[in-house]
């Protein structure tokens, strides 16, 4: 079992920056690839970055690129999502995700339980 504790949400204004965290418990987090998610209002859960589970290759979604980057410490057992030039459509709550092959298949193993972002015209 995985258990996926995210922070680091919070209210921001447009162009401004966040940092996410997400804290996995368990001795095998260095053996799974892990991800972030968002769901906006009324909207279904999209997929927003990805990393695997060595850390050394990253997949973002278009919208985010060049903006977000997520890192994965193994020594801390933590993954992160650095977002800057925040944009209100970046608005939605984020989760946490891992899986011990892939979480780009948008069907992790396990979530976390989100953490909300607002962002402020």
């Known amino acids: 079992q995985v258990q996926l504790v995210e922070s680091g949400g919070g209210l921001v204004q447009a162009g401004g920056s966040l940092r996410l965290s997400c804290a996995a418990s368990?001795?095998?987090?260095?053996?799974?690839?892990m991800g972030w998610f968002r769901r906006a209002p009324g909207k279904e859960r999209e997929f927003v970055a990805a990393v695997t589970s060595s850390g050394g290759f990253t997949f973002y979604k278009d919208s985010v690129k060049g903006r977000f980057t997520i890192s994965k410490d193994n020594a801390k057992n933590t993954v992160y999502l650095q977002m800057g030039s925040l944009k209100p459509e970046d608005t939605a709550v984020y989760y946490c995700?891992?899986?011990?092959?892939?979480?780009?298949?948008?069907?992790?193993?396990?979530w976390g339980q989100g953490t909300q972002v607002t962002v402020s015209s």
């Open positions: 995700a891992a899986d011990p092959r892939t979480v780009r298949t948008g069907q992790p193993a396990y």
């Open positions: 368990g001795r095998t987090f260095s053996g799974y690839a």
